[in-house]
């Protein structure tokens, strides 16, 4: 089964999945611990282990860390490249993504034509998604050279999202940013999920499960934490399981199976 369908399915049998955010940078983990906090992870019941960063991401290491998470995990382990450095043989598939808002033509188009050989070379899935940067947008926001959209201004991340289904992507990631001080809100995630008919992954400082409860509710598909795994690794499992609950009440609304397939 290919990584996309293995999602697809688990959002249609579980309305909502958890991914989590592995970091491979050296000053942060060595692949043994990335390896522990993705086995601790898979066993709170997360449906993928991403891996990747901004800054920092060497091949090689990022080889290593990806090949102890695999020996420790059955579940899929997708990448999260923020450059084509983040390109690995060794992971099951990647988010081949496209940063919408970015100014700079190298993190809309260059880096996918520079990685879209490796990608083939690699024989990895290539899972098509369009990356959205919502203010303040941290690191990944400065490092792509982003104009983040504003808190206030829903319907700019509306009409990117719409443009990304229209281009064919088959995921929506609203990004905040790794380590916000608070997630993107409920009331601007429900705007954007009312109208865009992809699954939206959304990201950056959640916290708890009452933060990833309310996103859930608000109609996103999928939520990504990664410095909670780093920090709190007991919280995450209070996370995993509420958006398992409020995701089960709302199984069946939205067939994105027979809808994207
Ligand atoms: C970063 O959205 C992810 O791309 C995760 O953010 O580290 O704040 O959980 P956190």
């Not at 399915?9 to 000053?27: M, N, R, S």
């Not at 991340?157 to 409920?186: K, T």
Request: charged residues 20%.
């Amino acid at each position: 089964m290919s990584v996309y369908s293995y999602l697809m399915d688990k959002l249609e049998k579980e309305g909502a999945i958890h991914f989590t955010l592995i970091d491979p940078d050296p000053e942060k983990s060595d692949p043994k611990s990335a390896a522990e906090m993705a086995s601790m992870a898979e066993e709170c019941g997360t449906s993928a282990i991403m891996v990747g960063g901004s800054m920092g991401v060497n091949e090689n290491y990022l080889d290593e860390t990806i090949k102890v998470i695999k020996s420790k995990v059955s579940i899929p382990v997708i990448l999260f490249p923020g450059n084509i450095s983040g390109i690995s043989r060794y992971a099951d598939a990647i988010w081949f993504m496209s940063l919408l808002n970015s100014t700079n033509t190298y993190y809309l188009i260059e880096a996918q034509a520079l990685g879209a050989l490796i990608v083939r070379r690699y024989s990895l899935e290539a899972i098509p998604l369009g990356y959205l940067v919502i203010e303040p947008g941290e690191a990944a926001g400065y490092v792509g050279h982003a104009r983040p959209i504003p808190i206030s201004h829903p319907e700019l991340a509306i009409a990117y999202g719409l443009a990304a289904q229209y281009l064919g992507m088959r995921f929506l990631y609203l990004e905040r940013g790794s380590g916000a001080q608070a997630p993107i809100p409920p009331r601007f995630i429900s705007k954007v999920t009312s109208v865009v008919e992809l699954p939206v992954i959304v990201g950056g400082g959640i916290k708890d499960a009452e933060a990833a409860k309310a996103i859930i509710e608000a109609g996103a598909s999928a939520i990504v934490t990664g410095t909670i795994v780093e920090e709190e690794s007991d919280k995450l499992k209070e996370i995993v399981k509420g958006v398992k609950e409020v995701g089960l009440k709302r199984r069946g609304k939205r067939n994105w199976a027979s809808e994207m397939r």
